[in-house]
């Protein structure tokens, strides 16, 4: 029987931005639930919408977008090529490759790519690239029909894909399908301790179907016969796994650290998500209260970046435009778009320094260092900054 952890109210869809013409229409509020599974260990959201909703042609998010992600991106890169002997005769393909922000790594290294996506807008960036691209979502289905094609994976990718679909079993399947019987399938998935430690509540939106330990993990490849047999702690979107996955287990001593360390944190109990639910009520009076002492002090608030993790916080913390009044975001594809439920406006990061706000408030936070050091101009003039995650603070 799933245990109830967190309950977060009815939220708007994140990631669907609103043009001013839809402002007066109406719009969808979905529950958002989380709740823990003891039978499997995961963490998940209770509700679900479909997967054609939620990554439909306008989907507004652009890997490049971020200096320090296609950093890691090319080093990531970097290392799949050390590990694996990869020519012309090899072929990677990427589950949810987005705007080609990972595989434009490798044709220059004049290593075949193909990508698999269903948004448009994102595709077509990765195309302009010269990236081929089939625009689907990646099923099973799917899988048959490449592997019927000969179109067999040497390197199969699937970053930050497998938390965003309903059913992690197709997905799985189908990677195991797609790839060669040496082949290696390398995934990276937000990590469920990172997100317990960091009190990560924003990061629970409905396009994250799931919220992987690594012994949850391990326990999904294994009903498919494929191994984790290596996994490395990295920093990307508050702390990920890379795993390692083959269809030959031969698993490094990393992996059964990990899995110990899950076993003697209680991972497999829901006393810790529990108590991650109460420090996320707690950190939501701590941002109330800040507002409120700015408010009093007569200071004025902008926002940064209108990214899906803006939507669940300000609708759990209930911010409306009385706090913050607008977004700034350097993503042009939201310009001119507002936010769901409070109806925020995004505009240009110009408008940071034509404002001046005296604060401004960091809500994709995974990204505070690099936004900062875009944004010293600002600070020169006297502006701070509020990162809100893990607990309010002011720098």
Request: glycine letters at 6%; hydrophobic letters at 40%; a neutral charge.
């Given at each position: ?36 599974c003891p039978d499997c260990t995961l963490l998940q959201l209770r509700e679900s919408v479909a997967p054609e ?343």
């Open positions: 029987m799933l245990a109830p952890i967190l309950a977060l109210g009815d939220s708007p869809l994140a990631d669907r931005l609103l043009t001013n013409a839809q402002l007066t229409e109406p719009e969808p509020l979905v529950p958002l639930s989380l709740v823990w909703i939620l990554f439909r042609n306008d989907y507004p998010y652009f890997s490049s977008t971020s200096a320090s992600y296609l950093r890691h991106a090319e080093g990531y890169a970097e290392e799949l090529c050390s590990r694996k002997r990869l020519s012309s005769a090899s072929l990677i393909v990427e589950i949810a490759c987005n705007d080609g922000y990972f595989l434009r790594n490798f044709p220059e290294r004049g290593i075949p790519v193909l990508g698999i996506d269903p948004a448009d807008g994102p595709v077509g960036t990765a195309e302009a690239k010269g990236i081929p691209v089939l625009r689907e979502f990646f099923t099973a289905d799917l899988a048959e029909r490449l592997a019927a094609e000969h179109r067999l994976a040497d390197v199969l990718v699937a970053n930050n894909v497998l938390a965003h679909v309903p059913d992690p079993n197709d997905l799985v399947r189908g990677a195991a399908r797609l790839l060669k019987n040496d082949g290696l399938l390398t995934v990276e998935v937000p990590w469920v301790a990172d997100l317990l430690d960091r009190v990560e509540f924003d990061t629970v939106y409905h396009q994250h179907f799931c919220y992987f330990s690594l012994t949850a993990l391990d326990l999904l490849f294994r009903r498919h016969h494929l191994y984790i047999n290596d996994v490395r702690q990295v920093a990307v979107q508050g702390g990920s796994l890379r795993l390692f996955i083959e269809k030959k287990r031969r698993a490094r001593p990393e992996v059964q650290r990990l899995l110990g360390l899950e076993q003697e944190r209680g991972l497999h109990h829901p006393d810790p998500y529990r108590a991650f639910a109460e420090k996320s009520r707690a950190l939501r009076a701590a941002l109330r209260e800040l507002f409120a002492e700015l408010r009093m002090k007569g200071k004025r608030l902008g926002g940064y970046g209108a990214a899906a993790k803006a939507t669940t916080l300000m609708h759990f913390c209930g911010i409306t435009s009385k706090d913050i009044p607008w977004l700034v975001d350097r993503n042009p594809a939201k310009h001119g778009k507002f936010m769901g439920g409070n109806h925020l406006p995004v505009f240009p990061v110009e408008k940071l320094l034509a404002e001046q706000p005296d604060y401004l408030l960091i809500f994709p936070w995974n990204l505070a260092e690099e936004i900062m050091e875009q944004q010293q101009e600002y600070r020169r003039r006297g502006g701070r900054f509020i990162i809100p995650v893990p607990r309010p603070m002011v720098v």
